[in-house]
C-alpha cells in the first residue's frame, strides 16, 4: 500500500514531464508518437527518429526476455509448493480472524474463505505439481480420490465458522498445517490421516472436472471473440500491422481472465512448457 502511495505520484509527475518535454497536449498525440517512434527506433538514420525511444526500444526486449526467462525458472521451482505456500497465507489469516474484533471479522472470514478457495485449487493439483506421477500412472486415480475427500474435509470446516469462528478456526488451522506439511513432505495421497477423513462426503471429481471444462471453453471463446473484435477495430483507429498482433494478444489475456479469472488462465498457460 505504501509503495502503491509512493509510486503512483511520482508515475504521473514522470508522465507529466514528458508529456511537457515532447508537447503532447493530450493522450492522442502521445499515442501517435509512440507508434510513430516505434517504427523509426531500429532504424538510426530515419528522420524524426527519438534517441531516446530508440534506446529504450533496443533495450526493452532485452528486459523483457530476461524477465520471462526468470518467472519461467522461478514458477517451475515453486509450482511444487504452491499448495503449502497457500496453506501457510491462509494459515495468516485464519490467525488475523482469530484476533480480529467482532466488527472486523466478517472481513477476516471473508479472506479465509477466500484463501482456502485457493487452497482448494491447489489440493486437486497437487499430484500433478509435485511431479511423483507419470501421466498415465494409476496412482493419479487414488491421488484425484484423496484430493476430493480432502476438499470435503475442507468444506466441512468452513461451514462451521458459522456456527463456533473461534473452535472452527482453531480445526480449520490445525487442518491446514498438516495439508501444508504432508505436502512438502510429497506424501500427495495422505494430506490428511484417515480418522481426520471418517464421515467425509467427498467432492465429486466429475463435477469438478466438468465445471473446469466449462470455464476453460468460456475463456477461449471470450479471448477468441475479443480477437475477432480487435481484429476489424484496430484497422479502423489506425494502428500499423506490426503492432497488431501485440494488441491482439494482450485483449485476448485481458478477456480471458475476465471471463474465468487468473488463476484459471495461469494454470491452463502452465500446460505449454515454454510459456
Do not use: N
Not at 205 to 223: K, Q, T, W
Amino acid at each position: 500500500m505504501v509503495i502503491t502511495i509512493i509510486a503512483v505520484p511520482v508515475l504521473a509527475l514522470a508522465a507529466w514531464k514528458f508529456a511537457h518535454h515532447y508537447g503532447f497536449e493530450d493522450m492522442a498525440q502521445a499515442a501517435a508518437f509512440v507508434y510513430g517512434q516505434w517504427g523509426k527506433a531500429q532504424a538510426d538514420s530515419a528522420s524524426g527518429r527519438d534517441p531516446v525511444f530508440a534506446a529504450v526500444a533496443k533495450l526493452a526486449p532485452l528486459g523483457i526476455a530476461v524477465w520471462v526467462m526468470w518467472r519461467t525458472l522461478r514458477k517451475g521451482v515453486l509450482r511444487k509448493f504452491w499448495l503449502t505456500q497457500r496453506t501457510c497465507a491462509a494459515l495468516v489469516r485464519c490467525a488475523q480472524a482469530k484476533a480480529a474484533t467482532d466488527v472486523d471479522r466478517p472481513d477476516q472470514l471473508r479472506r479465509v474463505d477466500s484463501l482456502c478457495r485457493a487452497v482448494e485449487w491447489s489440493i486437486w493439483r497437487s499430484h500433478l505439481w509435485r511431479r511423483g506421477m507419470t501421466r498415465r500412472s494409476p496412482r493419479r486415480v487414488a491421488a484425484r480420490h484423496h484430493a476430493a475427500a480432502v476438499i470435503g474435509a475442507l468444506h466441512r470446516e468452513l461451514v462451521k465458522l458459522d456456527i463456533e469462528p473461534d473452535t472452527a478456526l482453531d480445526d480449520l488451522a490445525k487442518m491446514l498445517a498438516t495439508i501444508g506439511e504432508q505436502h512438502a513432505a510429497g506424501f500427495v495421497t495422505a494430506l490428511l490421516p484417515a480418522e481426520a477423513l471418517e464421515g467425509v462426503t467427498p467432492v465429486s471429481p466429475r463435477r469438478h472436472a466438468l465445471r473446469e471444462s466449462f470455464a476453460i471453453v468460456r475463456g477461449i471463446a471470450a479471448a477468441l471473440g475479443t480477437v475477432l473484435v480487435l481484429d476489424h477495430l484496430l484497422p479502423t483507429l489506425g494502428v500499423r500491422d506490426d503492432l497488431t498482433g501485440w494488441f491482439l494478444a494482450g485483449g485476448a489475456l485481458a478477456a480471458a481472465v475476465t471471463a474465468v479469472g487468473w488463476r484459471r488462465v495461469r494454470d491452463f498457460l502452465g500446460v505449454f512448457p515454454s510459456l
